[in-house]
Antibody, heavy 120, light 111 residues
Framework: QLQLQESGPGLVKSSETLSLTCTVS??????????WGWLRQPPGEGLEWIGT???????YYNPSLESRVSISVDSSKNQFSLKLYSVTATDTAVYYC????????????WGQGIQVTVSS | IVMTQTPLSSPVTLGQSASISCRSS???????????LSWLLQRPGQPPRLLIY???NRFSGVPDRFSGSGAGTDFTLKISRVEAEDVGVYYC?????????FGQGTKLEIK
């Protein structure tokens, strides 16, 4: 059974960089056909897709965040990471990592989520 | 692609059925012929979980009380014989086109 676990600081200062890591266990991050993504959910709100490292090797980002977001994969550690630059209070949310497989099993596995608060 | 769900709240009696509608602003038919419309359930305090993929396919372990239907821009999730464990927020989501988008969520609660 694949498991994903987010880690990183729960508190980030405004204008600084939010950095999170998702550790994958129970399977290889290099498995063919796997996409690795980040999503978030502000308090009391719905889900927002941040970006995905696609199985083609391309990385896709939400246009609303594209200018300040970066996703990367470290196969040697079976991890992938999110960096969100120049954060503000509106970036306060629960951040999730998730896997999509074969393009059709969209968001089949999720991490438990990590609360990140941006403070002034 | 904008995803619009109705209703936003659905009070239902245990054992009765519930239905949630999801409409997309554009056709979700991909150039490969597939329609990448999925349904997720987020129980209180938990991450979302995949219920249905490609309109009508139940994910592993999902009871057959859950069924999906639709085509093009109009989709429906039906829950038969609602149980207490079905309470939560249901989201439709599309993976036909980047950026991936979600409906606003429909809160299912027991009367």
């Amino acid at each position: 059974q694949l498991q994903l676990q987010e880690s990183g600081p729960g508190l980030v200062k405004s204008s600084e960089t939010l950095s999170l890591t998702c550790t994958v266990s129970g399977g290889s991050i290099s498995r063919s056909g796997s996409d690795w993504g980040w999503l978030r959910q502000p308090p009391g709100e719905g889900l927002e897709w941040i970006g995905t490292f696609h199985n083609t090797g391309n990385t896709y980002y939400n246009p609303s965040l594209e200018s300040r977001v970066s996703i990367s994969v470290d196969s040697s550690k079976n991890q992938f990471s999110l960096k969100l630059y120049s954060v503000t209070a509106t970036d306060t949310a629960v951040y999730y990592c998730a896997r999509t497989y074969g393009d059709y099993l969209h968001l089949e596995y999720w991490g438990q989520g990590i609360q990140v608060t941006v403070s002034s | 692609i904008v995803m619009t769900q109705t209703p936003l709240s659905s009070p239902v009696t245990l054992g009765q059925s519930a239905s949630i509608s999801c409409r997309s602003s554009e056709s979700l038919v991909h150039t490969d012929g597939n329609t990448y419309l999925s349904w997720l359930l987020q129980r209180p305090g938990q991450p979302p979980r995949l219920l249905i993929y490609k309109i009508s396919n139940r994910f592993s372990g999902v009871p057959d009380r859950f069924s999906g239907s639709g085509a093009g821009t109009d989709f429906t999730l039906k829950i038969s014989r609602v149980e207490a464990e079905d309470v939560g927020v249901y989201y439709c989501t599309q993976a036909t086109q980047f950026p991936y988008t979600f409906g606003q969520g429909t809160k299912l609660e027991i009367k």
